[in-house]
C-alpha cells in the first residue's frame, strides 16, 4: 500500500494564526488526494478532495476560503487552517487512494487551538 | 439519515472471548466496503476491502464477510494488542473517490 506522512503531528496555535498542515505520499504518485476532518469519538468526515494542478473540490458546509487546500505536486498537498480559532481544534488526516480501490491514511495532525 | 452505521459503540472483551462487530450500510451500488484499524491519536491502518456479497477476507485473528446489507469483522480469540477502534467505510460511486465513514467500534480486549 501507499506509505503517507504528515507533518507536523501536532500543533498549537493562538486563535487567529493560521497552521498549514503537509500531506506527502512517499511511494506513490498521487493525482488525488484526500483531508478528513476527525472530532473527539466521532467518524472521519470529509472536508475536500484535493487535486493535484487544479482547485480542490470541498464538501457542503466546509468553507474553501477558511481551508485552502493546495496540491502543487503529485506527492504533497497542503491544507492551511487560515484564522484558526477554538472550534477549528480537531484531528486532521490526509489519505491517498490507490486507482480506485483502497485508501491510505496518514497518521494524522492534531491541531489545538487557543 | 446515516449511510453507514456500526454496532456496538463499545465492545470490552475478555482475553480469548471471540466476537464480531457489525456495519450496516444504506447505500446503493456498493463498489466496495472497507474496513479499517485506528489506535488513539493514528491515522486509520487499513485492514480489508470487500467488493461483493458472499466474499469473506482474513487476517490473522480477524475475518471480515459482506452480505448486502452488513458486514461483520469477526474476531476469534482476541488479544490486548487488538484493542482500538475499527471503522468500517463504504464508497459509493467508482473511480477514485472518498470513503463514507461509520463511528467506529471502540474495542476493549482485557488480559
Known amino acids: 500500500g501507499a506509505v503517507v506522512s504528515q507533518h507536523p503531528s501536532r500543533v498549537i496555535c493562538k486563535s487567529g494564526t493560521s497552521v498549514k498542515i503537509e500531506c506527502r505520499s512517499l511511494?506513490?504518485?498521487?493525482?488525488?488526494m484526500f483531508w478528513y476532518r476527525q472530532f473527539p469519538k466521532q467518524s472521519l468526515m470529509l472536508m475536500a478532495t484535493?487535486?493535484?494542478?487544479?482547485?480542490?473540490?470541498?464538501e457542503q458546509g466546509v468553507e474553501k476560503d477558511k481551508f485552502l487546500i493546495n496540491h502543487a505536486s503529485l506527492t504533497l498537498s497542503t491544507l492551511t487552517v487560515t484564522s484558526a480559532h477554538p472550534e477549528d481544534s480537531s484531528f486532521y488526516i490526509c489519505?491517498?487512494?490507490?486507482?480506485?480501490?483502497?485508501?491510505?491514511f496518514g497518521p494524522g495532525t492534531r491541531l489545538t487551538v487557543l | 439519515e446515516d449511510q453507514v452505521t456500526q454496532s456496538p459503540e463499545a465492545l470490552r472483551l475478555q482475553e480469548g472471548e471471540s466476537s464480531s462487530l457489525n456495519c450496516s450500510y444504506t447505500?446503493?451500488?456498493?463498489?466496495?466496503l472497507f474496513w479499517y484499524r485506528q489506535d488513539p491519536g493514528k491515522g486509520p491502518e487499513f485492514l480489508f476491502t470487500?467488493?461483493?456479497a458472499g466474499e469473506e477476507k482474513e487476517k490473522e485473528r480477524l475475518k471480515a464477510t459482506l452480505t448486502k446489507k452488513e458486514s461483520f469483522l469477526h474476531i476469534t480469540a482476541p488479544k490486548p494488542e487488538d484493542s482500538a477502534t475499527y471503522l468500517c467505510?463504504?464508497?459509493?460511486?467508482?473511480?477514485?473517490?472518498?470513503?463514507?465513514f461509520g463511528k467506529g467500534t471502540r474495542l476493549s480486549v482485557i488480559a
Open positions: 484535493s487535486n493535484e494542478g487544479s482547485k480542490a473540490t470541498y
Open positions: 489519505s491517498v487512494g490507490l486507482a480506485g480501490n483502497e485508501q491510505f
Open positions: 470487500l467488493y461483493s
Open positions: 511511494d506513490f504518485q498521487a493525482t488525488t
Open positions: 467505510a463504504v464508497r459509493q460511486t467508482s473511480g477514485n473517490t472518498p470513503l463514507v
Open positions: 447505500v446503493s451500488g456498493l463498489r466496495g
